[in-house]
């Protein structure tokens, strides 16, 4: 029996396919006139630049050598291209962010410009899309909750930068820049949570999130399949590893030691001593794209309307798991699992948990065969989690590290922007501090962790609001993916990804993602509406 409801929805479906309408011959013309002249408009603007980059890359390649050459007319195409064309600029940002470590050292020998590389993409287009917004009146802070306790932030890191680093300036001890420290140790810090307002205005629809989860998905399995090849060639020993070294360098990463892509590393399987880097410098930045990663993988795995992107999906949590494995990275090995479960339970993907069942054969299998070819494998990963966590437990850890942190403080606004990050070492002293509150109470003290916290906060907060309005499921639990992942990641203490590639970006990106949901949602339902596939009333 056919109730009111489906009738109406017929109607109003018939009417729709009444209304569509349909472009004249007139029309269709002028369209493929302006396509033409737009890929004209940037054939012309590219060529020049291109030209340009060229030039100047020949005459570094005779003066200074091929890297400079690289660097150089790299840094120009890149640097002019990202501005002029923006959007495509973060995209290529994203892609080449897993990627960068690779190409430091095996194209760039670790120099500390190829190192930049990245900002060469993010900077001028951040640029661009600063100007673009003030000129059309968009609101710079998205979304308004955020404004208070960003301002309050800045403030207390202004005052920092002031009264702490100003006056080291003034005497400065042993060849130190306090003020560029203080800015590098900024930039690390927030320079990178501008990206909430660009992803905010660059996934405008539907559309550009699926190609952002797609994107993510795919490369994920990329690095992790370039992760697996580089375990591979260590242990059959086409790459030679650290295990003939002596002494206290069979457990120290070197670069010397880099195998198929990424950086320093550590492979003595003699002293159950492994730490992979993946496609990445160091092996704890490979650790946390494949925490972040299992975020992400399950994300499409269980929220993808297509069914070949959420097998995909499945492929890469068991890539990102395998990695967890052979990478010797203990903070992965714990947390992707936990991570899993935490999602399963979290985004009510329980009731959906035969999806599931596939990977966890599939696992299975794999680590079968792995003990049956080597029965001393997983033995060794699981002594090595347990042996660490006896020696140093992650909770008197953390303490320690506060304890030292909070120890010689002289007032509440800390020792300065930057005394604590490694990448501002080149502009002076810098305090190696394990952990990220801890980090950020010896920078800018506990004022500034209460403005971190009380920004934070609200982002956890607005997120969680904006992802219980959204009413499609599958955006819903898109939603709830990037949610859990922008929470573990704000109260996380345990090291500082925070503060360098690649959570340093994912965070703040994936965090206005998050923002713009409810605005996607509502568009895709006035589509449906209009289209005749939604009753209004729903």
Request: aromatic share 12%.
């Amino acid at each position: 029996m056919v109730t009111k409801a489906k009738k109406k929805r017929k109607k109003v479906k018939k009417k729709a396919k009444a209304k569509k309408p349909t472009l004249s011959k007139q029309e269709i013309k002028l369209r493929q006139k302006q396509r033409v002249k737009a890929i004209q408009k940037v054939i012309s603007s590219s060529s020049g630049i291109i030209t340009t980059a060229v030039v100047v890359g020949a005459i570094l390649f005779v003066v200074a050598g091929p890297k400079l050459a690289i660097a150089g007319g790299g840094g120009i195409l890149v640097v002019s291209l990202s501005y002029l064309y923006p959007d495509m600029a973060l995209w290529g940002f994203l892609i080449y962010l897993p990627f960068n470590g690779t190409v430091t050292y095996w194209i760039g020998g670790g120099s500390p410009i190829f190192q930049l590389a990245k900002d060469g993409f993010y900077f001028p287009a951040l640029f661009a899309k600063y100007k673009e917004w003030k000129r059309k009146g968009m609101p710079m802070i998205v979304p308004k909750a955020l404004k208070q306790p960003l301002m309050v932030l800045l403030a207390i890191c202004g005052l920092t930068l002031l009264l702490v680093n100003g006056l080291q300036q003034l005497k400065p001890e042993g060849g130190d820049k306090p003020i560029l420290l203080g800015l590098m140790g900024l930039k690390s810090f927030i320079g990178y949570l501008p990206l909430i307002t660009c992803s905010y205005y660059q996934i405008k629809g539907k559309k550009e999130l699926l190609f952002l989860t797609r994107l993510t998905l795919v490369l994920a399995i990329i690095c992790c399949v370039l992760g697996v090849i580089q375990y591979q060639m260590l242990a059959s020993g086409r790459c030679k590893g650290t295990g003939d070294l002596t002494g206290d360098d069979l457990f120290k990463a070197t670069i010397d030691a880099k195998c198929f892509v990424g950086g320093s590393l550590v492979f003595s399987p003699s002293q159950n001593m492994i730490r992979l880097p993946g496609t990445f410098v160091a092996p704890w930045q490979w650790a946390w794209f494949l925490i972040a990663n299992a975020f992400f993988t399950f994300a499409s795995a269980f929220s993808d309307p297509s069914p070949l992107w959420r097998t995909m999906g499945l492929v890469g949590m068991a890539l990102v798991f395998v990695n967890a494995v052979i990478s010797g990275q203990r903070i992965a090995l714990a947390l992707v699992p936990v991570v899993t479960i935490i999602l399963l339970v979290l985004t009510g993907q329980v009731a959906n948990l035969k999806r599931f069942l596939p990977i966890v054969a599939g696992l299975g299998l794999v680590l079968g065969i792995a003990a049956a070819a080597s029965p001393a494998f997983l033995q060794e990963r699981i002594d090595s989690f347990v042996s660490r966590w006896n020696a140093s437990p992650p909770t008197d850890f953390i303490s320690e590290q506060f304890g030292n942190s909070s120890g010689g403080q002289k007032g509440i606004l800390g020792k300065g922007l930057g005394r604590a990050t490694n990448a501002a070492r080149i502009f002076g002293k810098t305090q190696l501090i394990e952990t990220y509150y801890p980090k950020m109470i010896f920078e800018i003290g506990p004022i500034g962790v209460a403005g971190f916290l009380y920004l934070v906060t609200t982002m956890t907060i607005v997120g969680f609001k904006s992802y219980r309005s959204v009413k499609d499921k599958n955006l819903r639990s898109f939603g709830a993916s990037f949610w859990v992942f922008v929470l573990v990641i704000s109260y996380n203490t345990y090291y500082y990804p925070l503060d360098v590639d690649p959570v340093t970006v994912y965070y703040w990106y994936f965090a206005g993602v998050l923002f713009k949901l409810p605005e996607i949602d509502r568009e895709e339902r006035k589509k449906l509406i209009e289209a005749g596939e939604l009753d209004p009333d729903s």
